[in-house]
């Protein structure tokens, strides 16, 4: 089973500034990772696909980058409304499975 | 635009099967090539997939779980169900559904907004 560790578990931010949440992957995946969004009280919002595929309606600032082992979720210019808990998520096809990071709460100062 | 619904008891007693409706209006279940998942999360806790079905009836699932779920569709009725035996207090989760973006795009793209299960007695 492929497992996902996120950095960090929790971050405290100011607006404006610039977030780089990390992604590891036990074994390479590819560009099989994907970034979700939650906050409190909601479902997950999907940011990005693929390691660095943009997804309709999703603000610019939210990038990703990364393959094989490790990736990275940037949120450039920090907003109030970013305040909430970042997933990641790899989908491997042989086998079909699912797994994800254990979360990286975001704090907005 | 598709939305996804969540149904179901929110308490099961420990040893019984949970049981979750997902009722998906907006397009038909059975168009595409898309799965139609089960997605689980403890309270103040993570994500874990349970397991996925698409148009045709072929599934897959979480091997930690593969013994006590089921996923089955309903394409007359336009939905899809979880069935999870012989459960115990640590199955107490908020359930969501979810859809993947489809022909071989394996992110979720559409989620219901979720059910919480609690396992007591």
């Known amino acids: 089973e492929i497992v996902l560790t996120q950095s960090p578990d929790f971050q405290s931010v100011t607006p404006n500034e610039r977030v780089t949440i990390t992604c590891r992957a036990s074994q390479g995946i590819a560009i099989a990772l994907h970034w979700y969004q939650q906050k409190p009280g909601q479902s997950p919002k999907l940011l990005v696909k693929y390691a660095s595929q943009s997804v309709s309606g999703v603000p610019s600032r939210f990038s990703g980058s990364g393959s094989g082992t490790d990736f990275t979720l940037t949120i450039n210019g920090l907003e109030a409304e970013d305040a909430a808990t970042y997933y990641c998520h790899q989908s491997s096809s042989f086998p079909r499975m699912h797994t994800f990071g254990q979360g990286t709460k975001l704090e907005i100062k | 635009q598709l939305h996804l619904q969540e149904s179901g008891p929110g308490l099961v007693k420990p040893s019984e099967t949970l049981s979750l409706i997902c009722s998906v209006s907006g397009d038909s279940i059975n168009k595409g090539d898309y799965f139609w998942a089960w997605i689980r999360q403890p309270p103040e806790k993570g994500l874990e997939w349970i397991g996925s079905i698409n148009s045709d009836g072929t599934t897959y699932y979480n091997p930690s779980l593969k013994s006590r779920a089921t996923v089955s569709l309903d394409t007359s009725k336009n939905d899809f169900s979880l069935k999870l035996t012989s459960v115990v207090a640590a199955d107490t989760a908020i359930f969501y559904c979810?859809?993947?973006?489809?022909?071989?795009?394996?992110?979720?793209?559409?989620w219901g907004q979720g059910a919480l299960v609690t396992v007591s007695s």
């Open positions: 979810a859809r993947d973006m489809g022909f071989g795009e394996l992110s979720f793209s559409f």
